[in-house]
């Protein structure tokens, strides 16, 4: 018996391993390709270089086109999320009986699980051409849509963990505050909303890490030229989505043009480990203690 | 172009496929192979004859369940011409004419070819349905428009052409990988590979369209046989080359105009060339056989097929082992057609 346990054990951590393995695995090969465009590339012209042509005869490396495309694409999301997905999150902490939040609580996690495919022509097909009905200067392929479809997709991460987090505010907050004579309102917005802060800006930063990484919708709907702007009528690129237009092209392997894929890849990744790193910090810097 | 990435994206399920075929033959019907060992036949060459050679070799497997179907390779028409003239390749796929140093190159190896032409391909200059100003361009003011400098700096359509409204231009056009890009390069801008890099551009031509198709503002280039497809989608600007002598004025392209020579600079003829100690072979003479007969391939695949009489006088040039380029000095040729190079002596 003892040995089978043994034997369990050894499994389990195997598949632990596995997991660490594959992490690890592509770290180095981020690392080693990375390494290896950055010794044909400086790295401030990577950094700091406002065109990104590295398919062109006369190539430029210059990363900060497609960052500012997926911060552009990443802020109109969480624009749209944020707002909707916190109040959606005091309505259905505070205000919505149990019934109602059994109920709605589900539909809305529905929209996490919808295919980011789907999202992706939905931006193309449907809310551009919406969008263009009010704004005719609005190119076929844009920031704005597939931004807007991006927020819906990420607002049941937000609204679900901030629920989560509401839902974790002691009942005695709430009745002292009750007690006191405030109104629901107050208390659900001065109260339980300061109280459940860090889980909630944990859930945002997650959500904005989401965002960040998001591929097939912007791939679909936001074009793919490399562009330094904040005007979201424009076709823009993402970081992601270059990485898809690389990896779907002929670029031959080995090649200075093959291995920006990389290179991008490497700062789409610590960007987002940043953001988790910043998103765990917070959670445990203010964590409200209430034993 | 569309038809190539999807292509080469299919690669390895298509090498699976036919490893998989290959290992049901030899469980299932055992000694078969070794009753027919007729040699494999290997293509290779040009990414924009991929997609025609790709479509042939399939219908020749089809039509010879007991041979292997043949191989075929995306080297580019450069690269393909190196392994040909070693010797490697039996047929060697071509978007342009064998080059006066690619002739040389086989010359030397002692290697002699039988060019032969297969298809027209066709690129179109196209804008959207709701664009009232455009209704032609003309060569010069696609060099303005296309060339490296004009990168950042030739951004609204009234720098084209000043009658053209004061408004931002959007542009889109095939991905960089593809041969309609350096054809398109080479025949406006004048020097294959250079544009500038501000642009929409994708291998899915599907993006092109849909990106022309949703902007008023968008100008684009496609391949002829796509924008066909999605002709309600699409508005096409007929091409002035400003030479009147092969068809005055903006030139709609169109099977039509391709075909006799007057939509230029931006159509060409596509060829293969046939190693001659390859053309001997039966199973070589009937694939070549089946690029001439086969011509709703080329259509299928989105090229424009040659006229029945160029057919017949490639026919008859294999048919002789007439070896050589009708293309003396090598190269490109733009406005001639292909009846007068075939009718040239060599």
Not at chain 2, 66 to 84: A, E, Y
């Amino acid at each position: 018996m003892k040995r089978f346990e043994f034997l369990i054990e050894w499994a389990l951590f195997l598949c632990a391993l596995l997991s660490i393995g594959t992490t690890a695995g592509i770290i180095i090969v981020l690392a080693v390709e990375t390494f290896a465009f950055l010794r044909e590339v400086p790295i401030t012209e990577f950094l700091f270089g406002t065109e990104w042509t590295p398919l062109f005869a006369t190539p430029r490396f210059g990363v900060l086109p497609l960052v500012a495309g997926t911060m552009l694409v990443s802020s109109i999301a969480m624009a749209v999320a944020l707002p909707m997905g916190l109040l959606s999150a005091v309505y259905l902490s505070e205000y919505a009986d149990a019934r109602v939040r059994r109920f709605v609580k589900p539909v809305l996690e529905i929209l996490a699980g919808v295919p980011t495919v789907v999202y992706g022509y939905f931006a193309l097909l449907f809310v551009t051409p919406l969008l263009q009905q009010f704004l005719p200067n609005l190119a076929g392929f844009n920031a704005l849509g597939p931004g807007i479809v991006m927020g819906i997709m990420i607002l049941p991460l937000v609204s679900s963990l901030s629920e989560d987090a509401m839902q974790a505010v002691p009942r005695g907050l709430r009745e002292g505050s009750y007690a006191l004579g405030a109104t629901k309102m107050q208390t659900s917005l001065r109260v339980v909303l300061p109280a459940a802060f860090s889980g909630i800006t944990a859930a945002c930063i997650l959500a904005v890490s989401r965002a960040v990484g998001e591929t097939m919708i912007v791939a679909i709907a936001a074009g793919q030229q490399p562009r330094l702007t904040a005007n979201p009528m424009l076709p823009i690129e993402t970081m992601t989505a270059y990485i898809v237009q690389v990896s779907l092209g002929d670029t031959p392997q080995g090649t200075i043009e093959y291995r920006t894929i990389f290179a991008v890849g490497m700062l789409l990744f610590l960007g987002t480990f940043l953001l988790n790193l910043v998103s765990t910090w917070l959670r445990d810097r203010f964590r409200e203690e209430y034993a | 172009m569309t038809h190539i990435p999807y292509s080469v994206r299919y690669i390895p399920v298509a090498v699976l496929v036919i490893t998989m075929a290959g290992c049901g033959q030899t469980t299932n019907e055992g000694g078969q192979e070794e009753g027919a060992p007729a040699a494999l036949i290997t293509l290779d060459g040009s990414s924009t004859v991929f997609p025609i050679a790709e479509a042939v070799a399939e219908e020749f497997g089809k039509a010879n369940p007991n041979m292997r179907t043949p191989t075929v390779g995306i080297s580019g028409t450069g690269g393909g011409f190196q392994k040909f003239c070693r010797g490697e390749t039996d047929v060697s796929n071509a978007s342009r004419p064998i080059r006066p140093a690619e002739i040389e190159a086989c010359q030397k190896a002692g290697l002699e070819y039988i060019e032969v032409p297969i298809a027209y391909d066709g690129i179109a200059i196209v804008v959207n349905p709701k664009n009232s100003w455009a209704n032609n361009i003309t060569v010069a003011e696609l060099k303005t428009l296309w060339a490296p400098e004009a990168q950042g700096k030739v951004t609204r359509w009234n720098q084209v052409r000043a009658s053209w409204p004061n408004r931002e231009i959007r542009l889109f056009g095939a991905g960089v990988d593809s041969g309609t890009y350096d054809y398109f390069t080479e025949a406006t801008v004048g020097k294959e590979g250079a544009s500038r890099g501000d642009f929409t551009s994708s291998e899915d031509d599907n993006v092109i369209v849909q990106g022309v198709a949703s902007d008023e503002l968008a100008l684009g280039f496609l391949p002829l046989a796509y924008v066909e497809e999605n002709r309600e989608r699409l508005k096409i600007a007929p091409v002035d080359n400003g030479k009147p002598d092969d068809g005055a004025g903006p030139i709609t392209p169109s099977a039509e105009t391709v075909r006799n020579g007057s939509y230029q600079p931006l159509s060409r003829p596509l060829f293969i060339y046939v190693a001659r100690k390859a053309a001997d072979r039966p199973e070589v003479q009937q694939l070549v056989e089946m690029f001439f007969s086969r011509s709703d391939l080329v259509r299928e695949v989105g090229y424009i097929e040659l006229t029945p009489q160029i057919y017949e006088l490639a026919r008859k040039h294999f048919a002789d082992r007439k070896v050589g380029t009708a293309f003396g000095e090598g190269g490109s040729q733009v406005g001639m057609t292909l009846e007068a190079l075939l009718a040239k002596e060599r």
